[in-house]
């Protein structure tokens, strides 16, 4: 009967594990439209053999442990990408709004400038007409208005940068939480020698998605945690605890910081990456690049007309007169520009006061072609180049986003081959392991019939 026992004994290790093996791959099944999973694969041991009157007797198998499929290298890839695909993306939609602020349609600030100096030309034709005068004085204040309009758009897309920054951090703080709550499980669960799946796939997911969002870096320690890291290495979750960003003001501007609990260290454009790095690059450097131009071709124009206009003699006789608001410097011209004349007859379309003379007004209207702006550039010139640096970011920006989103397209499909979830491998393990188990009931039902007939020989 030892022996039969035996046999029982083992018929019910097999039953037992490939009903385990069905369920690994049911969980396969169930989870395989579930983000970030990673299929599960039990492996298989054979339970210590015997010595049963001078033969090894095998026992039977055991589910020594379930892992989770993994390709390290391919994790680091997706994040890195991702880091770069959310500077990419962050970008876009405050880059469109930038080519639609310097535009170059007739509506255009360069649109504005040259309708100005058409009415300077159309004055030197009827240098003493009211209307024509007037015109003047109206296109003027079109341009002002033009160059302050892009002045405070651009004021209103670094406030909306700041807006779009603020309102990712308190997501960020709960992820970064949410990461050291699963390293304190993950370490506990596998102290005790059992595979902590579901938490790693799941840690992993928020890591993804906070190398999207701030770029950071990850390191595995040997029980289990993650070390979440910044570009420049400041921690942000070391084990179960949690480091957090925080928001403070400079200014006009928004500045951030990481509270690493006794000290807080300020951050950068250069410490961060993903959309944190991208929205930070456009307002630290491209908007600025972008006003200082504005500044320097609003400044140009208000010199050069306030010099030409001044030398010349208005109607009324007046002299010196500007023509625009006097700025000392480049800094701020775009929001300092406005015509200082608020009576036509000031306008100085002669070099006298003679009643046909349209001498200034000739030299203000070829003025336009005039290659004011470092010797190379017209103000119309000038302001294409502005415009053609601007469109050619976006240009760029939308290029390396698709390219990036067609990288990680390939990258996660080349992740889903190697640990996804593949339903026509799953259905023919499961049919293997339906044999197993219909295999291992088999022999319960024969040892069962084998213990009847050694019991009826006995009665």
């Not at 260290?265 to 131009?293: A, M, T």
């Not at 208000?302 to 206009?309: D, P």
Request: a negative charge.
């Amino acid at each position: 009967m030892s022996g039969l026992s035996s046999a029982l004994n083992l018929g019910k290790s097999s039953l037992a594990t490939h009903q385990k093996l069905i369920e690994v791959a049911g969980n396969n099944i169930a989870n395989v439209n579930t983000p970030g999973y990673s299929r599960q694969v039990a492996n298989l041991a054979t339970v210590p053999a015997l010595n049963m009157r001078g033969f090894l007797v095998g026992q039977g198998v055991t589910v020594s442990s379930v892992q989770r499929e993994q390709d390290v290298f391919l994790t680091r890839q997706l994040r890195d990408k991702n880091a770069a695909l959310g500077e990419q993306a962050a970008k876009t939609s405050h880059l469109t709004e930038l080519e639609r602020i310097f535009d170059i349609g007739d509506n255009s600030l360069s649109g504005r400038i040259n309708e100005f100096f058409d009415a300077w030309q159309q004055l030197s034709a009827n240098p003493g007409g009211s209307v024509e005068r007037n015109a003047v004085l109206q296109q003027g204040a079109l341009v002002a208005d033009g160059f302050q309009t892009a002045q405070k758009d651009l004021q209103r897309l670094g406030s909306q940068i700041d807006d779009t920054l603020a309102a990712k951090l308190g997501d960020i703080n709960l992820k970064l939480q949410q990461v050291a709550d699963f390293n304190q499980r993950i370490s506990t669960v596998e102290a005790t020698g059992v595979s902590a799946n579901s938490d790693r796939d799941q840690r992993d997911l928020l890591l993804q998605e906070l190398s999207y969002t701030l770029g950071v870096q990850a390191y595995e320690n040997s029980n289990g945690t993650v070390s979440v890291q910044l570009g420049n290495g400041l921690p942000l979750v070391e084990g179960n605890r949690a480091m957090s960003l925080e928001a403070g003001q400079d200014g006009d501007k928004m500045t951030f910081a990481v509270n690493l609990g006794s000290t807080t260290r300020p951050l950068d454009g250069n410490s961060l990456g993903g959309e944190f790095k991208g929205l930070l690059s456009l307002r630290d450097e491209l908007i600025p690049q972008v006003q200082g131009q504005l500044d320097q071709l609003a400044h140009a124009l208000v010199t050069e007309v306030n010099a030409l206009h001044a030398a010349g003699t208005g109607q009324d006789g007046s002299t010196g007169v500007l023509f625009f608001r006097n700025l000392t410097n480049a800094s701020g011209a775009a929001a300092g520009i406005g015509v200082a004349i608020t009576d036509s007859r000031q306008l100085a379309a002669g070099q006298n006061a003679g009643e046909g003379d349209n001498r200034n007004a000739l030299a203000m209207a070829a003025l336009a072609e005039s290659k004011v702006l470092g010797g190379t550039d017209t103000f119309t010139t000038f302001y294409g180049n502005l415009a053609s640096r601007v469109g050619l970011a976006g240009a760029q920006n939308r290029l390396s986003q698709t390219g990036l989103e067609d990288t990680l397209v390939q990258l996660q499909n080349l992740r889903d081959s190697k640990v996804g979830v593949s339903l026509e491998e799953e259905m023919i393990n499961l049919i293997q392991f339906q044999r197993g188990f219909e295999a291992s009931a088999k022999l319960l039902t024969t040892v069962d019939e084998m213990m009847e007939t050694v019991l009826s020989i006995k009665r």
